[in-house]
């Protein structure tokens, strides 16, 4: 939500308009506006229909087992995210949040998803999140570690190389770009099996592929990636 000119008056966060009950930020008609069509239940390529595999990840494996997305990267869902992200609009977490709260509770139902034993959020560099403020994957796996009772394990990975932004990339740069970027923090132990990574935006899954193969290295043996959107 944000402040409208009326001190006591609060707005939607999309289409400005006066919110009079409720607080998850998004109205039912600006939610019906997010693209979010059937997909695939492990790569998040979207079909006519759900389906737990398509040509796209048979040709193409994945790093992990199942994914979920709260929409494609379109409007209205593309711009609420760049403000989350780009124009220090952090407290927008607990809209998108839900809106991939949403998601998870419909892939359990069309997907089968099991929950994890602990939520991990792709980790900034340190130099990247002090000059944002934040990490947005970590305010989006706070809230919805809270809402499904999980643990945040975020502190199991680091980012230990400042790699330059994936935007613009072709899928091989980006794959090359976070080769060695992240590790594990040996000083903690990890019990957990079933993990799932917390990221924003998916595009071609280069960061996501590198962070698996090193969860795999801590024993982890089923791993899922939910997103907020699906470039």
């Known amino acids: 939500m944000q402040f409208s000119p009326s001190f006591w008056q609060f707005s939607w966060v999309h289409c400005g308009q006066p919110l009079y009950f409720g607080a998850h930020g998004l109205c039912c008609r600006c939610r019906r506006t997010i693209v979010a069509p059937d997909y695939c239940g492990r790569c998040g390529a979207p079909l006519s229909k759900p389906a737990m595999g398509c040509g796209h990840c048979l040709a193409a494996p994945p790093a992990w087992e199942q994914m979920v997305v709260a929409g494609r990267y379109l409007e209205p869902l593309s711009t609420l995210i760049h403000r989350f992200k780009f124009q220090h609009q952090f407290w927008l977490d607990g809209t998108l949040a839900r809106l991939l709260y949403?998601?998870?509770r419909e892939a359990r139902a069309k997907?089968?998803?099991?929950l994890p034993e602990a939520l991990i959020p792709v980790p900034l560099h340190h130099w990247r999140q002090w000059r944002r403020g934040y990490n947005?994957?970590?305010l989006l796996t706070d809230w919805l570690a809270k809402k499904l009772a999980l643990p945040n394990a975020g502190q199991i990975?680091?980012?230990?190389?400042?790699t330059p932004t994936q935007r613009g990339l072709t899928p091989g740069e980006r794959a090359h770009n976070v080769t060695d970027a992240f590790a594990l923090n040996e000083?903690?132990?990890?019990?957990?099996q079933r993990v799932a990574l917390i990221d924003d935006v998916i595009t071609t899954g280069a960061t996501l592929n590198s962070l698996s193969q090193l969860l795999r290295q801590a024993g982890v043996q089923h791993i899922q990636?939910?997103?907020?959107?699906?470039?």
């Not at 997907?111 to 099991?114: A, E």
């Not at 000083?187 to 957990?192: G, R």
């Not at 990636?225 to 470039?231: D, E, K, S």
């Open 136 to 138: 947005q994957a970590d």
């Open 225 to 231: 990636v939910w997103g907020l959107a699906r470039a």
């Open 157 to 162: 990975v680091q980012r230990v190389k400042n």
């Open 187 to 192: 000083k903690m132990s990890f019990p957990y």
């Open 102 to 104: 949403l998601a998870v």
């Open 111 to 114: 997907h089968g998803l099991l």
